[in-house]
């Protein structure tokens, strides 16, 4: 049994169907993909947890999995487990490791995980304003629970100066009585998905998302318009080392979880910014990333049902195989998603050839072939190649394929948007 219906869904179910197994979905729109390879279907909140365990009980799964990050926010899993279908995701004491960015950086600072960030929890305007006026650095405003990707603000893009932050930090105690101040960080960021059973986590291809809206990454925040994977499992512009340091500290909060009663079963991942100082934790999720789940899950050559398994039964293995090809996603989405999404049909028609791109279904309604879109993101187009930029090219020449009003960002995976990242990463002064 699977809850949720974006892109990041679809390619677990896939390749759960491609390994014969009957896949049960909960979703909360009717996304065609998924309703196509289910043996059966709910159409449901994903947040209704009540619903969704009472259902659970009339399929009795071998094995459920949680996927979006606002149900693992709801006390679905524990019911799950309480039931005795064993959840390959984590329980809600373990998910607030992402639902609780106060609790995350709070056991980074009590087990003195490196890669942490200043960072204060304010509940009151007086020491918000006595905090912050003391501060030299620039700092990021973030609520302190899930935002979809939208939440945060950072000093020198989404606001100009202090007292405009406070401004913004204001609103936020305002409507949560809490507010979250960190430090910025500057660098390349990246995304490190591990399977973790409890105690050993293995790791997954990285990967980068790119949030803005627009290209050059410019404009709002996104859940994520796009990402990349290279062929040797790192990025052009990230190194070996730094991976490793990446790998260490989410085993180091693996352990800490454990030590804490709350061990996490499930995807674990890191969001992390190489720095001039370092490899910095941004944020730790509970779950996939959506999109560079999708990325990895194309390039896994197993069975996820069967490592899913392994997760619940605390027995994960290295040598979980990925294929050495570099990747890229591009997310299809409304026009005017970012600011003002507006809902349109588009139609598909098939791939011309096999070696093209793939194409999942995320936030769309309808057909296989004509879908109607919603305000999210529509259809993720990826493509694998031997280069990122090839790749990138792969996608942009699938387009042909959809015909309708859509936005996406073709700068993703470009030549000359890996060009300038690896310079910057050659030469960091610059
Ligand atoms: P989040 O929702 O925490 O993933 O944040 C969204 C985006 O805001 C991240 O991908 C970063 O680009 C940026 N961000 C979050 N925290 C920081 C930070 N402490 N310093 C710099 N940028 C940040
Ligand atoms: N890639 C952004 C997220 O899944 O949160």
Request: proline content about 4%.
């Amino acid at each position: 049994m699977i809850v949720g219906s974006g892109g990041r869904e679809d390619a677990i179910v896939r390749n759960l169907v491609s390994y014969g197994h009957s896949v049960y979905s909960c979703i909360g729109i009717a996304n065609p993909s998924i309703i196509r390879n289910s043996a059966e279907y709910v159409e449901v909140r994903e947040t209704d947890w009540k619903s969704i365990h009472a259902r659970s009980l009339a399929w009795r799964p071998d094995l459920a999995v949680v996927s979006p990050d606002s149900a693992l926010d709801t006390p679905l899993v524990d019911s799950l487990t309480l039931s005795g279908i064993p959840v390959a995701s984590p329980s809600s004491k373990a998910a607030e490791i992402e639902t609780s960015k106060q609790f995350m950086r709070s056991i980074m600072a009590k087990y003195s995980i490196e890669g942490n960030l200043w960072n204060q929890t304010y509940t009151d305007s007086e020491s918000l304003r006595s905090g912050i006026s003391g501060m030299r650095n620039e700092f990021v405003v973030k609520p302190i629970g899930l935002t979809g990707g939208k939440g945060v603000r950072v000093m020198g893009e989404h606001f100009p100066d202090a007292e405009s932050g406070i401004k913004l930090a204001e609103e936020i105690l305002g409507k949560d009585g809490r507010v979250l101040i960190e430090e910025k960080v500057t660098g390349e960021e990246f995304s490190l998905q591990v399977f973790c059973d409890g105690s050993d986590i293995v790791a997954m291809p990285l990967a980068q998302d790119y949030k803005r809206a627009y290209e050059g990454n410019t404009g709002p925040n996104t859940g994520g318009m796009g990402s990349i994977t290279d062929s040797d499992h790192l990025l052009p512009f990230v190194s070996a080392a730094q991976k490793d340091k990446a790998m260490g500290i989410l085993r180091r909060i693996v352990s800490a979880l454990s030590m804490e009663g709350r061990p996490f079963t499930g995807i674990m991942y890191g969001q992390f910014m190489a720095s001039r100082n370092g490899v910095k934790v941004i944020e730790i999720n509970a779950r996939f990333a959506d999109p560079e789940g999708i990325n990895v899950i194309n390039l896994l050559d197993e069975d996820l049902g069967e490592i899913f398994m392994k997760l619940v039964n605390g027995n994960v293995e290295t040598g979980i195989r990925f294929k050495n090809r570099a990747t890229v996603l591009k997310y299809v989405v409304p026009p005017g998603y970012g600011t003002n999404p507006r809902q349109t049909d588009l139609i598909i028609s098939p791939a011309e050839k096999a070696d093209s791109a793939e194409l999942y279904y995320a936030s769309v309604t309808g057909t296989l072939d004509k879908v109607k879109t919603s305000k999210s993101r529509a259809l993720a187009i990826i493509a694998q190649a031997d280069s990122i930029p090839e790749a990138s090219r792969k996608v942009d020449e699938s387009l042909k394929r959809i015909s309708g009003e859509f936005a996406i960002r073709r700068d993703i995976g470009s030549a000359e948007m890996i060009r300038r990242k690896v310079a910057s990463f050659n030469n960091p002064a610059s």
